[in-house]
């Protein structure tokens, strides 16, 4: 069953540039995983802080293939820190 997986994250307009870099470096490998659909990256209109991506997956196991990608892991790991907060993830099923 596919999945969508909503990942929101607060940005402060200090490090947007260096979040942007290391998004576009997660999205380059997330088109050559098994299972990818499709991706989104949106900014909320009312809270400049806060941006969410919208992932689509085959499968959930898919989607945990990917959670626990060591590449994933680690571009992951870097953007936590830049953001000083663990990112939020919530899968839901289509």
Do not use: H, P
Not at 28 to 56: F, H, P, W
């Amino acid at each position: 069953m596919t999945v969508k997986i909503f990942i929101k994250r607060k940005v402060s307009s200090d490090n947007i540039l260096e979040l942007t870099v290391l998004l576009k470096k997660l999205r380059g490998l997330t088109l050559n995983q098994s299972g990818y659909i499709y991706g989104e990256t949106l900014k909320r209109v009312d809270m400049a802080d806060e941006c969410m991506v919208i992932s689509t997956w085959r499968s959930i196991d898919d989607w945990n293939a990917w959670l626990t990608n060591e590449e994933r892991i680690a571009i992951q790991s870097e953007i936590d820190l830049l953001l000083g907060q663990e990112t939020d993830y919530s899968v839901y099923e289509v």
